[in-house]
């Protein structure tokens, strides 16, 4: 996974800028909370090596406390897809 990373923001994330807000914090104990995080990145390349269109997504990380502090034990990250959203009926 290291090695991966390490390939992707050399190459076409090298200068992309990704901006995140936490949407919500909810412990679920003293030592374990999911955090919601929504995230922008703009400036990174398409496959074709031009920059690519700005995308945004929302991650979920489930964390837990340590001696060493907060760490993440497990995430899961979704891009969001403009009109893809599920959508309630009308009643």
């Known amino acids: 996974m290291q090695a991966a990373h ?9 200068n992309s800028v990704l901006v ?21 990145m703009t400036g990174h390349l398409d496959p074709f090596e031009a920059i690519g269109a700005p995308r945004q997504g929302i991650l979920l990380l489930v964390t837990v406390k340590s001696p060493a502090g907060w760490r993440i034990a497990a995430g899961q990250n979704t891009n969001e897809v403009s009109g893809a959203e599920a959508r309630m009926p009308r009643a």
């Open 20 to 40: 995140w807000d936490i949407a919500s914090l909810r412990f679920l104990g003293a030592e374990v909370a999911l955090v919601h995080v929504r995230w922008r």
């Open 6 to 14: 390490a390939h992707t923001h050399a190459t076409f994330l090298k």
